[in-house]
């Protein structure tokens, strides 16, 4: 059965600190994507990469960085933590050819206090 | 980026087929319509794509309308479990292949 996992379900940070997520997948993706989902604003694309220490900017990178130094990882990084970063944090990862199915990971509820 | 409309939501009977309605009125000739349903709790899944004829899969059916203008998802046997959101996106061919713009999509509410 396919996989995505991501660190935590739940995570509670302050402000101003590094906040680390992060997301694995079994299925041997190049793709990886990092969305949050807002309520009333749909999922919106962060950032995304298409191999081992590649990526692209997303619809909205401000605030984010990435980290991709294996294949099956992909880490998003807060480096200061803000309220209006308080999200639900959702991982995918597709494949790069054929049907461009994305696989969804359960997602990260990040509150910053 | 091209977007798609849907409303907001819709509502169904328990065993009642469900049609759920997309506008994409700027797409390209090479843009893929996929649809994905959030279940409660959960992160998206794939449901169904097409390009330009008529889908079905096991799960749902696609129809496209002539133009590419819109297209509908059609469930034909609507069950408590398919309770969801689903999205219509677009998926570009050429530069943004792997790029997914999701809109707000549609909640839909199934009745027992």
């Known amino acids: 059965d396919v996989k995505v996992t991501q660190s935590s379900r739940y995570l509670v940070k302050r402000t101003g600190e590094k906040v680390f997520l992060e997301c694995v997948q079994d299925?041997?993706?190049?793709?990886m994507f990092w969305y949050r989902q807002d309520p009333g604003l749909g999922l919106r694309l962060i950032y995304f990469?298409?191999?081992?220490?590649?990526?692209e900017k997303g619809d909205i990178p401000e605030g984010y960085s990435v980290s991709r130094e294996k294949k099956e990882r992909f880490s998003l990084i807060l480096e200061s933590a803000s309220t209006n970063q308080t999200s639900m944090y959702l991982c995918a990862s597709g494949e790069r050819y054929g049907v461009y199915e994305q696989f969804f990971g359960p997602g990260t509820r990040l509150t910053v206090l | 980026d091209a977007k798609t409309t849907q409303p907001n939501s819709m509502e169904s009977n328990e065993e009642e087929p469900v049609h759920l309605p997309c506008n994409h009125s700027?797409?390209?000739?090479?843009?893929?319509i996929h649809w994905y349903r959030q279940l409660p709790s959960q992160g998206p899944e794939y449901v169904i794509h097409g390009l330009t004829s008529n889908v079905n899969n096991r799960m749902a059916s696609l129809a496209i309308a002539e133009d590419r203008k819109s297209s509908t998802l059609i469930l034909h046997r609507a069950t408590l479990r398919d309770a969801a959101v689903y999205y219509c996106i677009l998926r570009g061919s050429l530069y943004n292949f792997n790029k997914f713009y999701f809109g707000s999509g549609t909640k839909l509410n199934v009745k027992p």
């Open positions: 299925m041997d993706h190049e793709n």
């Open positions: 990469s298409y191999d081992v220490k590649m990526k």
């Open positions: 700027t797409i390209s000739g090479t843009d893929y």
